[in-house]
């Protein structure tokens, strides 16, 4: 592994350079912490979060901007998210490697400690941050022969040879199993180029591991949606015993599928339920008859899971899992109101999703969501903004956003949230900020979108959607905004966006 041989000065590259070199030179992504203590280390200079997080906005805008890869981006967690401390990753890089899986971590670990020990090792750069990084490190991914912190010179070099016989395998130039699977997983979703770069700030319903090809989690309190043991009685035609037997064949392969941390062959499934090959596979071809495009249960197992959170519990719970057709997907109208209701958790959300609720057409237009988002965004702005301002007594900023074009758009977007940082900053201690950083967030997920180009769904920005809920939610709570009157005037706006 070739590393930089000198310090550099705040006179020598940029910091983002600096970075972009050690990503490169590691070929693994590294998290903030010890991405401060290589950068401190051989820049010669205290390198501070806020530095770091400055690179951050600046690649998130740049990318906005010119939709070009950026240089420097975030690891994900397979479900999309982004983890709650930066991981940096370089732009470059295929998404799979950027994804951040169990069977990739010990090897970028291990990576780290190698990188360390060498600037200690080869090139002499003496600090009291390194020698704890290396061994901590090293810890994390080889285990108990690193528990003792080295000494001498012999010592590093051995802990430094302990690591390079790390059985790394794929996942530090090309990518592992379960990142292959999170990959493709991640492309079903249809997330936006920026979340698959900068990750979602929140759980957007993705299923970890593949997805099944005609099924989804339906959105709390989602129309269409049914217990996933009903769907299957129903397509099992009134055939009892024939759902029974899906339904045990589902329950059982998710079982033995946890066990082997793999799919069972026919022949391992018999063997562990002590049934004979024909009865298996009488269970295989059932399954089969009611969800013809799936090869295996393993796929609805893991969206039945995720439907409840991975919380532990018996698997008579998976089967009240309310599940979709994945063809269909939330309203904006819908998901807003189950979102507000969600928040509230309380009679009011219930009172606000029945005043507001309208007969929506069936099936959705992808279009005409995206404008129903783009015109969310704006009412957030305009009025529950407009409030909070007016609360504050901030009357300046106030008549700033009453000058700002109104959001329609990806640019418009950008640029109000942008705005809304300023005035929020302004107005850092007094209620009502909530509302400005909601509201910021959901047009963060706006300027991520292309108006020109609506996504197929309202798949990538329901996170969008939920920080809107939030804000008015906020409003509500923050400056006396009548929820259900402003939760029916919003939805009957959004009705009228053709």
Not at 28 to 56: H, K, N, Y
Not at 111 to 140: K, M, T
Not at 336 to 341: E, H, R, S
Request: hydrophobic share 40%; glycine share 8%.
């Amino acid at each position: 592994m070739q590393v930089a041989r000198t310090r550099k000065s705040r006179s020598g590259p940029s910091l983002a350079l600096t970075m972009e070199r050690v990503l490169g030179e590691l070929g693994v992504p590294v998290p903030t912490g010890p991405m401060r203590v290589l950068l401190s280390v051989l820049r010669g200079e205290d390198v501070t979060a806020e530095r770091l997080a400055r690179v951050a906005s600046f690649e998130r805008e740049s990318f906005l901007k010119t939709r070009q890869a950026p240089r420097l981006c975030s690891a994900i967690f397979p479900d999309g998210t982004a983890p709650p401390k930066r991981v940096w990753a370089r732009g470059d890089w295929r998404l799979a490697r950027r994804i951040i899986t169990a069977d990739a971590e010990h090897a970028w670990q291990a990576w780290v400690g190698i990188y360390a020990c060498d600037l200690l090792l080869e090139h002499g750069l003496e600090d009291e941050r390194l020698g704890p990084l290396a061994h901590e490190f090293a810890a994390q991914s080889i285990g108990p022969i690193a528990a003792y912190y080295p000494g001498s010179r012999e010592q590093w070099e051995e802990l430094r040879a302990a690591l390079r016989q790390f059985p790394f395998g794929p996942g530090v130039a090309t990518q592992t199993g379960q990142q292959g699977i999170a990959e493709q997983s991640l492309r079903n979703a249809e997330l936006t180029p920026f979340s698959l770069y900068f990750g979602l700030e929140a759980s957007a319903g993705i299923s970890r591991g593949p997805r099944p090809r005609e099924l989804r989690l339906a959105a709390g309190g989602e129309r269409g949606g049914v217990p996933f043991d009903e769907l299957v009685r129903i397509r099992a035609g009134g055939d009892a015993a024939k759902a029974r037997n899906v339904l045990a064949y589902v329950e059982a392969f998710g079982r033995q599928l946890d066990e082997l941390g793999r799919i069972p062959s026919l022949g391992e499934y018999a063997e562990r339920w002590n049934v004979d090959v024909e009865t298996a596979a009488r269970e295989r071809d059932d399954f089969a008859s009611i969800f013809p495009s799936e090869e295996d249960p393993a796929a609805i197992a893991g969206l039945l899971w995720d439907g409840i959170g991975r919380r532990p519990g018996s698997f008579t719970r998976l089967l009240g899992v309310e599940v979709i057709r994945a063809e269909s997907f939330p309203t904006v109208i819908g998901y807003f109101l189950n979102c507000v209701a969600d928040e509230l958790r309380s009679p009011l959300g219930a009172a606000a999703m029945s005043e507001a609720m309208v007969l929506e057409e069936a099936p959705p237009v992808a279009s005409k969501e995206l404008r129903r988002f783009f015109a969310l965004c704006a009412r957030a702005v305009d009025v529950w903004c407009a409030d909070a301002l007016g609360a504050m007594s901030d009357q300046i900023s106030a008549q700033g956003l009453r000058s700002l074009e109104t959001v329609t758009e990806e640019a418009t977007a950008s640029f109000t949230e942008k705005m809304l940082g300023h005035y929020r900053l302004r107005n850092r201690n007094k209620p009502g900020k909530d509302v400005l950083l909601s509201t910021q967030k959901a047009l963060r997920v706006a300027a991520s979108l292309r108006a020109l180009e609506p996504p197929e769904s309202t798949l990538p920005y329901l996170d969008g959607i939920r920080w809107a809920a939030k804000a008015l939610v906020a409003a509500q709570r923050d400056t006396d905004t009548d929820l259900v009157a402003e939760a029916q005037r919003t939805t009957q706006r959004l009705d009228a966006v053709y």
